[in-house]
């Protein structure tokens, strides 16, 4: 097979204006990482996204601008990178529905966005769903068809990120069991080496905290934001601690190994707070400054964005449209007039593995066997009123092997003379053939 160049794919919700956090922890390694060569990157506003959050239409539209220009200002290279506006891509909602329609209700209950409002009603003695929209509940499936509709490989996020990526990743299992081989299957990017900047406070830098710094304030606003960073009372000449820092940490984010080891000493040799405040400001003012009039520039030109974006929409259609067009007839959303066999893509079998059979019985329900490479039977459904409720059950011991067979257990019987052990290792070579 030839070796295909990795895709990377990531959104940005937009609620708010970007901080120093969004930009060590995401737009900094981001713009980094769509330099590197045989990467391929697609960069989104999650506009689609922040109306869960927001009801606000002039602090969507607004942060969406900011966000923009910040990114483009940090050096994203729209030539480079498809970078768009998740509502310009109709492909995407329309995706979201097939997907839908393959995501058990089940697994979005347990999705940690809905689980914790649902949580927080439950111990204020609310009703569970109080104030809780739809679409909070439907957030992963929307950010699935944001991942699959671009075939990413790759999606760089943050750690509470990761769960919504293992779903997309079921969501496409499950599809390309029910409909054949044409989603591919993501893998989270949890970039280790970025530690979570700390805010003003000390603690994690986060608009919810309000301890943020804002990625382009003026240089006074940000050398007044920098005085009030969280210090100890140590005075001049005592000897400082780094750890704890949010000072150090911040200024480690920005600066060289020779820059971080040299203030290191001078906190050693009790450098005043002053005097070291004066460091990290000018420090990042030194990477700022170059990127300030450029975004201050965009920021004033919001139609050069406009068609930026829309030039974007154009690269990323070219992938949708196609895409979509073959989901659809997979699905059998298709043209009456055409066979059937002519519109379908045939599915992969590999001959090597067990096979699953799903059939309906004379009952009127719908069941499956498992069968070993040799024919023998080694494991029996009981039946199920739907076929696609037999299919995702099926679904699930292919990717989950042991943990789904514990879990169907109530739609299961044992085979005589199989044993357990035979039955997890026939799953298990599934789980290693889907990974
Ligand atoms: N949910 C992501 C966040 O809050 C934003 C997002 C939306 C996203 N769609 C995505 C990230 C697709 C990666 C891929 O950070």
């Known amino acids: 097979m030839m070796n295909k160049p990795q895709r990377f794919l990531t959104g940005i919700t937009t609620t708010g204006t970007p901080h120093l956090g969004n930009y060590v922890g995401s737009i900094r390694p981001s713009v980094a990482a769509s330099k590197g060569v045989g990467a391929e990157s697609f960069y989104f506003l999650a506009d689609y996204h922040a109306l869960i959050k927001c009801g606000e239409p002039e602090r969507i539209q607004r942060s969406t601008l900011e966000i923009a220009a910040s990114w483009l200002a940090a050096g994203l290279d729209p030539e480079r990178v498809t970078f768009y506006r998740q509502s310009d891509i109709p492909e995407i909602p329309e995706l979201t529905w097939l997907l839908t329609c393959v995501t058990g209700k089940g697994v979005l209950n347990r999705a ?11 111990a204020a003695g609310n009703d569970p769903d109080a104030d809780v929209t739809a679409g909070l509940f439907m957030y992963p499936v929307l950010m699935g068809a944001d991942i699959l509709m671009f075939k990413a490989h790759k999606v760089p996020v943050g750690r509470d990120q990761i769960q919504h990526i293992e779903m997309t990743r079921d969501m496409a299992k499950g599809f390309n069991h029910l409909y054949g081989d044409h ?27 309000d301890n943020t710094i804002p990625l382009f304030s003026s240089r006074t606003e940000l050398k007044k934001l920098i005085a009030g960073i969280v210090t100890d009372s140590r005075e001049p000449g005592q000897a400082k601690q780094v750890e704890g820092s949010a000072l150090f940490q911040i200024y480690q984010a920005f600066a060289s190994e020779p820059e971080t080891t040299a203030l290191r000493q001078a906190y050693v040799d009790g450098i005043a707070w002053g005097d070291a405040k004066n460091l990290l400001f000018e420090r990042i003012d030194q990477d700022i400054a170059p990127m300030r009039e450029h975004y201050q520039a965009l920021i004033n030109d919001p139609a050069k964005i406009e068609t930026l974006l829309l030039a974007g929409a154009d690269k990323a259609r070219a992938f949708a449209t196609p895409l979509m067009r073959e989901l659809r007839v997979a699905v059998g959303l298709r043209k009456l007039a055409a066979p059937a066999s002519a519109q379908t893509k045939q599915k992969t079998v590999k001959t090597v593995l067990p096979t699953f059979k799903q059939y309906r019985d004379a009952d009127g329900q ?70």
């Open 112 to 122: 940690h966005a809905y689980k914790a409002s649902v949580d927080k009603n439950e």
């Open 183 to 209: 989603l591919v299957l993501p893998e989270a990017l949890i970039e280790e080496s970025v530690a979570l900047l700390p805010g003003l406070d000390g603690r994690k830098m986060s608009k919810s905290y």
């Open 366 to 435: 719908f069941y499956f066997k498992l069968l070993a490479s040799d024919g023998r039977l080694l494991l029996q459904s009981l039946g199920f009123v739907a076929p696609r409720e037999a299919a995702l059950a099926i679904a699930s011991l292919q990717q989950r092997g042991d943990e789904a067979l514990t879990a169907l257990a109530g739609q299961l019987q044992a085979v005589d003379g199989v044993s357990s052990e035979e039955v997890a290792a026939a799953l298990q070579q599934w789980a290693e053939a889907s990974a």
